[in-house]
């Protein structure tokens, strides 16, 4: 009783009325802890008006007796001293609403998993340790603040950004659902780097007629506005309702252009094709690719001479060089972003001379699909970009540009390996007489079907070398490339005459992620990809509620995993918006401006960028936040603090907590 | 009835894999010693010095913050951020000439009750090591 | 009205600031308990061994408590209607705090008896005192960090720059952004204002509770940002971490000193096992980097804290051969006869020449905790230096070793990072 007074002069205000409820869980708890001698305990604490034990508390019995306390002694707060939070935490919650309190005025208590279970042989000391759990919830019921749930209400509507083989998929996925989208992709088609290719693995399809029926299903899709061209340039508000601004550049051609490519054929500007890598050529005016979709013409403006040819051919007076940049604000309830990855510039390691002169005969694996494309300058045909030979020896090299920490990239891109085993057996199989070697640190083909891919080009005869070569020097005389390279099975130092050298260069995070991350507020790893919010678990979402990712701009994926995540998130996208509205549990961040001194600690923290600088000071955004609690420690003033873990409730149950328990008598 | 204090252990458990293995060790029925009391936070990242030094303060031997695996935070990043704020804490104690090893920042993981009780099982090696240098906050 | 003045242990200065309220035509007293309506002050300088009045109604304690002082504090407590703390020593144990590490036990006077009124800082400012006085219930603080021109973005840490780095600052770019750390966010408005001679606040003045704990709080989050090894433990069953050091919270070299310098006898934390050496000044500064020296004995320094402050910059000048400007000698000679005149008014309770030595020390040290000295120069230009250029504070090399100043008053220690591992001094009169 001296406690009692003590406690009481402690908190002289509360005059809240606590209820307390020890289960026994049948053996599981009262057979190692005393329940009656915790109840009995409880009425002992300040401000605790009822206290029981029940043999079932999540039983309807037990459910009926605290509503009945709750309703006869007046209770205000009630503590459950049973299961985990998550097991009946719930249960109970709901017992209290439906007798009029705010759910949130629970507090559970857990005796079992964290006491009878593990101290099994130490009857007195679990008990006493229950006194003491029971005495921590009652004093951080005492200051258990109400919670409301707020109703918000969302735009139907989803933004996908990236028109590559993920946004694709994740933006015809929600327009099934009917859901309208909105399709932004920075170039002038879509399609993404899939078109690119000219085989995909394991069975050596061609990626056009895979994709194709996905992007004009995308394309003339009802639900689907398309924006090609364009690039979004801001974002504001929160999960439910976003306000995007996306720009479009303009394409200098209308939309009644017919694609039949007389512009093209007088236009005298030429220039290496983007997206050729090079390999190929193209037009001031031109399209991406042959079944680029949307189909109409777009000037380069950059690089147009004003000549004037184009504009007089076009038989349906398509092009207006006239148009303008334009914006065009929507309002969405959820954003994708799959804006895909790079090919990594191998022009950084010096010692592989890729691009400098006379080391011509280096390329890339994206140049080599390009090349042996069906509608590249070569005719599809493998020619030696220095003189149109055909080689008699290629070198592919792996791991260009990733597990490489001299270039900062220390992971593994997972698709190469099986990107060169494939390109490998094309060479051998169209060039029978070709020698081709693969130097390689480990071939990793994990996967159905992908093992055995490599074994069948084995058999093809591709030869493969364990180790990472030093260097590529230009040989003049012998007019090929020398690959140094130690094989590290025979411990033996080779030299490799290559008449192409191709690099399986990494996969890396776009260049313009660092700016979008930045619009969207997504955090980002170290290695530049989009981080999502829990690696196993939640692999779709970001860090930000509403905003969700899709393919290669999460880490390095291939065309499976894109297709399959950008599927995952649309339903992640959707399965938000369905209801029209989202129910919050307003457990989040409040700021005293009082104690607040705009130092912006607070805005650092925020992992999901759920606090703004607003008219000069930091403002919680409300449905942003989630009530982690980053921020409580980082504020220097405790000017911030999460409704119900605030310092002095979270100090409430320390104090109790920390006080060490009393050892078995003598 | 004669009474001795015995050791005193503070842990600091996130909603997320914290409580979720040490849930799980229950679960499992591990054992573990009745010195170990858990408190209940959202976020690893949620703790602050302040909640450390209250812990101290009421009387606890040692503290320690659980929380996710490293890039498996469920809010993110609130346990590197925590781990940096221990370190300094940390360094803050042994300035003070105590013993580090009463402050320790540990991961578990939600489905392995061993990793709880792993951490727990640690805590008290230190904390046995600690005392033997005479380094608890104590006298 | 009368009130008491009580000087305990430690430096004189906040109660030689009390000489400023000495026949000040705007002393007097409202809405104190009791005393609703003006009242005429009387000053009673209670330093002789506590001969005590019979009552007094307000107490005023500058400087830190031991445990001889326990009896006498509780006896002032009984006679005095009101008890205020004045200064950081008296409210948080202050600098003489520092040697809690060591295991001295320090008191602020809360921790012995109740105290109605806290005014902080180290030096605490007499305009506070006296507006607090002249209206006990309309005072009113701002806050620092709300008012420093310089402007905060608080973003992730980069690296933890220290003073003896010494960069060039932008007048608008926040300390902690370039990387010092300072804790000017926990600070209210303060009379020194040591951010605007170029030194990063440490918090002598918070407006709450635990400042340094929070502080600390706060640096570490900001620390954040960074890629962990884990390891499995030899029990296999977690991850091993937070054992070893990192780049960024090595780089705090004195965390104690950094974050406490003036709470840490207010601090949860029991006095600290650091062995002491028997002498609260070698208590103090052992533990300290060499570049905060100047920045506490500037502060905690009493009536020498001029000539306590050059001997240290002097000792590690000479040590490290730095050539001083001719200007920069001369100024600093003036600094010490200033002294002689600020010691004089000191003794003999003279508010005009406290008030012109002190106007003139800020002259040339920017203020009276002397924040624009530094090693082989100044930090800011003031006006009344002439070729400023000449003796502009440059970053000066850590050097390991030992280190006597001219007048062999002061000797010190350094090991390889810049920490003093000893320190002797004669009696300086504080």
């Known amino acids: 009783m001296v406690e009692k007074e003590k406690d009481k002069k402690n908190n002289p205000k509360s005059n809240e009325r606590i209820g307390v409820f020890v289960c026994h869980c049948g053996h599981n708890i009262a057979d190692v802890v005393d329940v009656k001698a915790v109840a009995e305990y409880a009425k002992t604490l300040p401000n605790v008006e009822f206290s029981t034990d029940n043999m079932f508390m999540c039983s309807k019995q037990g459910i009926e007796l605290i509503k009945n306390a709750v309703k006869e002694y007046n209770l205000t707060r009630t503590v459950v001293a049973s299961c985990s939070k998550t097991q009946h935490g719930p249960t109970f919650a709901r017992a209290i609403s439906e007798v009029g309190l705010n759910k949130h005025l629970h507090q559970q208590v857990n005796i079992r998993e964290h006491d009878s279970w593990v101290h099994q042989k130490d009857h007195v000391e679990a008990t006493e340790k229950a006194k003491q759990l029971v005495k921590a919830g009652v004093n951080r019921a005492r200051t258990l603040e109400e919670v409301r749930t707020q109703k918000i209400q969302i735009t139907k509507a989803v933004l996908v950004i990236g028109g590559g083989i993920a946004g694709l998929r994740a933006a015809r996925d929600t327009a099934d659902s009917g859901i309208p989208v909105y399709l932004v992709e920075r170039e002038s088609s879509i399609g993404g780097h899939m078109t690119q290719l000219n085989k995909t693995f394991p069975t050596n399809e061609c990626p056009q007629c895979s994709i194709s029926p996905l992007t004009n299903a995308v394309a003339t899709h009802e639900n689907v506005t398309l924006f090609t061209n364009s690039i979004v340039s801001s974002v504001d508000g929160s999960i439910g309702n976003f306000t995007v601004t996306i720009t479009t550049k303009p394409r200098y051609v209308k939309s009644n252009c017919t694609s039949c490519g007389e512009c093209a054929s007088v236009c005298p500007v030429e220039l290496p094709a983007e997206w050729d890598s090079g390999m190929g050529i193209r037009k001031a005016i031109y399209k991406l690719y042959p079944q680029a979709i949307p189909s109409t013409f777009v000037v380069d403006r950059k690089n147009c001479i004003d000549c004037g040819r184009c504009v007089e051919t076009c038989p349906v007076n398509a092009i207006d060089f006239s148009l303008k940049k334009s914006k065009t604000k929507i309002k969405v309830g959820s954003i994708i972003v799959a804006t895909g990855y790079e090919e990594y510039d191998p022009s950084e390691i010096e010692a592989y001379h890729y691009k400098i002169p006379g080391y011509e005969n280096i390329i890339t694996q994206l140049q080599f699909e390009r090349m042996m494309g069906p509608t590249s300058l070569t005719g599809g045909q493998l020619l030696r970009p220095s003189d149109g030979r055909i080689p008699k020896n290629v070198v592919i090299i792996q791991c260009v540009g990733s597990r490489n920490e001299l270039v900062g990239n220390e992971y593994c891109t997972g698709v190469c390996c099986m990107f060169a085993i494939k390109n490998a057996g094309i060479i051998k199989d169209t060039y029978p007489d070709s020698n081709v070697y693969i130097c390689y640190i480990d071939i990793r083909t994990p996967g159905l079907y992908y093992e055995e891919y490599y074994k069948a080009c084995q058999k093809k005869g591709v030869l493969f070398i364990r180790g990472r070569p030093s260097e590529i020097e230009a040989d003049p005389e012998n007019d090929c490339l020398k690959v140094y390279v130690e094989d590290t099975f025979m411990a033996e130092p080779m030299e490799l005459h290559a008449d192409l050298v191709i690099l399986s260069a990494a996969m890396v995070a776009p260049k313009g992620v660092g700016l979008l991350g930045s619009r969207l507020q997504l955090l980002r790893g170290k290695e530049g990809f989009i981080k999502e919010f829990h690696i196993k678990m939640d692999p779709t979402r970001s860090s930000r509620d509403g905003i969700f990712i899709a393919g290669a701009i999460q880490g390095p994926k291939d065309i499976t995993q894109s297709v399959a995540q950008g599927s995952a998130a649309a339903v992640g996208a959707v399965s938000s918006l369905v209801k029209g509205y989202i129910e919050k549990e307003m457990i989040i961040a409040k700021i005293d401006y009082d104690l607040c001194t705009k130092c912006r600690a607070c805005i650092t923290a925020c992992s999901p960028s759920a606090i703004l600088w607003e008219n000069g000071k930091p403002v919680v955004n409300e449905v942003g936040c989630k009530g982690c609690g980053i921020c409580m420690p980082a504020c220097p003033t405790h000017a911030i603090q999460v409704i119900n873990y605030r310092e002095e409730q979270l100090r409430d149950e320390i104090e109790a907590v920390a006080h060490p328990i009393l050892e078995k008598g003598v | ?139 | 009205m009368k009130i008491g003045i009580f000087q305990l242990n430690g430096c004189t200065k906040c109660r030689n600031e009390i000489i400023n309220l000495i026949g000040n035509p705007e002393l007097i007293v409202r809405n104190v308990k009791d005393y609703e309506e003006e009242t005429d002050v009387k000053l009673i300088w209670c330093t002789d061994e506590y001969n005590l009045p019979s009552s007094i109604d307000i107490a005023i304690f500058s400087g830190y408590a031991t445990s001889e002082n326990l009896h006498c504090l509780q006896e002032i407590r009984k006679i005095a209607n009101q008890v205020f703390t004045f200064g950081s020593c008296a409210t948080d144990g202050g600098i003489f705090g520092l040697a809690y590490q060591k295991g001295i036990e320090i008191f602020p006077i809360s921790k012995i008896i109740s105290v109605d009124q806290e005014i902080r800082g180290c030096l605490a400012s007499g305009d506070h005192l006296l507006a607090l006085l002249k209206d006990y219930n309309q005072f009113q603080s701002e806050k620092l960090c709300e008012k420093c021109p310089r402007e905060s973005t608080c973003s992730f840490l980069e690296e933890i720059v220290h003073q003896i780095d010494l960069q060039e600052l932008d007048e608008k770019q926040c300390f902690n952004d370039v990387g010092y750390t300072c804790s000017g966010y926990i600070a209210n408005n303060c009379q020194e204002r040591c951010i605007d001679f170029g030194t990063p606040c440490r918090g002598c003045n918070p407006f709450i509770d635990d400042s340094s704990i929070r502080m600390l709080g706060m640096m570490g989050t900001l620390m954040g940002q960074m890629d962990v090894a884990t390891e499995a433990s030899s029990k296999g069953a977690t991850d091993k971490l937070a054992d070893e050091e990192d780049e960024i919270s090595s780089a705090y070299s004195d965390v104690v000193g950094t974050f406490f310098r003036f709470t840490l006898a207010n601090s949860p934390i029991p006095p600290g096992k650091i062995p002491s050496s028997g002498n609260i000044i070698a208590d103090i500064m052992v533990g300290r980097p060499i570049e905060e020296l100047p920045l506490i004995t500037g502060m905690m320094g009493g009536k020498s804290f001029i000539s306590m402050t050059i001997d240290i910059l002097d000792a590690y000048e000479k040590g490290i051969k730095l050539e001083l400007d001719n200007e920069l000698k001369t100024i600093r000679e003036q600094l010490l006869e200033l002294e002689k005149k600020y010691k004089l008014a000191c003794e003999n309770m003279d508010p005009n020449l406290y008030a012109e030595s002190t106007e003139n020390i800020r002259k040339l040290a920017g203020n009276m905790n002397l924040s624009n000295l530094y090693f082989g120069g100044m930090k800011i230009k003031l006006d009344s230096f002439k070729n400023f250029d000449n003796f502009r504070a440059h970053p000066i090399p850590i050097q390991e070793g030992t280190y006597t100043s001219s007048s062999k008053n002061v000797t010190f220690t350094l090991d390889s990072r810049g920490i003093i591992t000893n320190w002797e001094s004669k009696n300086y009169e504080l």
């Open chain 2, 1 to 139: 009835m004669e009474t001795k204090t015995k050791k005193n252990v503070v842990c600091f458990m996130c909603a997320e894999c914290g409580q979720g293995a040490a849930n799980t060790a229950g679960v499992a029925r591990m054992q573990y010693d009745t010195s170990i009391k858990i408190i209940r936070v959202k976020c690893a990242g949620q703790v602050g010095p302040i909640q450390i030094m209250d812990a101290y303060k009421n009387g606890a031997d040692s503290v320690a913050v659980i929380g996710c695996c490293f890039g498996a935070c469920h809010f993110f990043n609130g346990n590197l951020v925590s781990l940096r704020r221990v370190k300094l804490l940390k360094k803050f104690i042994k300035e003070m000439g105590y013993s580090e090893l009463i402050l320790n920042q540990y991961t578990a993981r939600a489905a392995e009750g061993e990793t709880a009780v792993g951490d727990f099982e640690d805590i008290l090696e230190k904390l046995k090591q600690a005392i033997e240098n005479k380094g608890v906050l104590k006298q």
